[in-house]
């Protein structure tokens, strides 16, 4: 099984819940899946299967899941493929469902057990059509990308006032601020938050460029533990943190050095504690989800090298996704930002002309982290790449950043 996770955001850019897409076989090799609702004809929820071995908060912390059903699966059991509170799930449908009495009767059985439903991908004419089910939505989805939706809001807000809006299909920030500057819509969707805003200054705060320096060299391939440590002996806030996680991991310690404390961390821990502990402040005037997603990528190409033969060069996989964002963190072109680091050419190459080895790697990626099933299937043909290899390496990926934020 493919999965990805699809944030939506508040208009303070907080991300308050995740969409999960998943897909069961390649549609590249199977394409009567890619038609709404047929998939692989399962009636299971694919989503829910991930979330049950996964757990609820590896995915999403406090925050409700939207986990998209089809007009077969509605009509599971789905009680018993996963035991995750009901409250915490929002069953996402789409206009497979149909505005019949037997799908409006399944959705209120659902509604009385205590799921929360969403509806996406429903034309406007189709509105007065699913009255029905629309009195039964918490959450609706409006692409304004393919709709007028500044009058669909207005609609829901007239008609439906206790509906949640998401406003989806953002591409850009300037589109977003226009949205948020409308009002009446609870969530925000789309690759918007990724996308750098080069804001026409060309000096970066120094502080940012040690950081980035940091961050380079103890996820490089030729990592020196002293010379971390004696780096970030040049910043306080670093060395109280790394105090208090070296408290956490050892008993009676006796702290004589910042290189003592970093030597009892180990070369492992300190870098996995560091990677979080920089990014975390690097990151801190970005949604929190560029944090999130700068590490996921990191990981999740590292973890992709052997199945792209590239097992070598892990750890540079590994600086290319971290860095993939660089540009919206300095919001400046990414020319000019990896002026700032020492990285090799293979990452340069990916990053700035999607060209040499890794290129293919961040390709993958990208389209796997916004659920573009036919092209990933596509690319996993060309790269012989199994279902099972990407769905290990992304959900390892997952894990390993839910491990490293809840120590931190």
Not at 103 to 131: N, T
Not at 204 to 218: C, D, F, G, T, W
Not at 228 to 256: E, H, Y
Not at 277 to 292: Q, S
Request: aromatic share 10%; charged share 25%; glycine share 4%.
């Amino acid at each position: 099984m493919l999965a990805t996770l699809i944030p939506l955001f508040d208009e303070n850019l907080v991300v308050n819940g995740y969409s999960l897409f998943t897909q069961k076989k390649n549609v590249f090799l199977n394409p009567s899946m890619l038609g709404s609702g047929l998939y692989d004809g399962a009636a299971n929820v694919d989503g829910l299967e991930v979330i049950q071995s996964m757990g609820v908060d590896t995915i999403s912390e406090d925050m409700p899941i939207f986990v998209p059903v089809t007009n077969i699966s509605v009509f599971s059991d789905i009680d018993s493929q996963c035991d995750a509170p009901h409250e915490r799930l929002v069953l996402l449908m789409d206009n497979s469902i149909l505005p019949q009495e037997t799908y409006v009767k399944r959705l209120k059985e659902l509604k009385d057990s205590g799921y929360k439903l969403a509806m996406r991908k429903l034309e406007v004419a189709k509105f007065e059509e699913y009255r029905q089910i629309l009195l039964l939505v918490d959450y609706m989805f409006l692409n304004h990308k393919k709709i007028d939706i500044t009058k669909a809001r207005i609609y829901f807000q007239k008609v439906y006032p206790n509906i949640q809006l998401c406003a989806g299909n953002i591409e850009d920030m300037e589109s977003f601020e226009q949205l948020k500057a409308e009002g009446g819509y609870q969530f925000y969707e789309g690759p918007f938050f990724r996308v750098p805003i080069n804001n026409g200054q060309n000096e970066v705060a120094p502080l940012k460029v040690n950081y980035i320096q940091l961050l380079s060299m103890v996820n490089g391939p030729d990592f020196e533990l002293t010379e971390a440590a004696d780096v970030i002996g040049r910043d306080t806030a670093l060395v109280i943190s790394l105090l208090k996680m070296v408290n956490r991991v050892t008993v009676n310690s006796q702290i004589t050095s910042i290189r003592h404390a970093a030597a009892m961390l180990g070369e492992k821990e300190l870098r996995k504690w560091l990677t979080t502990a920089v990014a975390g402040v690097l990151y801190t005037d970005k949604p929190n989800e560029i944090t999130r997603l700068s590490l996921l990528r990191a990981k999740f190409a590292e973890n992709l090298a052997p199945a792209f033969s590239l097992a070598i060069q892990s750890s540079e996989l590994f600086l290319m996704g971290l860095f993939s964002v660089l540009d919206v963190i300095l919001e400046i072109p990414m020319e000019e930002a990896l002026k700032k680091v020492q990285v090799s050419g293979p990452i340069k190459d990916a990053l700035l002309e999607r060209k040499g080895p890794f290129a293919k790697v961040l390709d993958f990626i990208t389209e796997y982290e916004i659920a573009e099933w036919q092209e990933v299937s596509r690319q996993m043909v060309v790269q012989d790449l199994s279902m099972q290899q990407v769905y290990d390496a992304y959900i390892d990926s997952l894990t390993w950043y839910r491990d490293m934020i809840s120590e931190e």
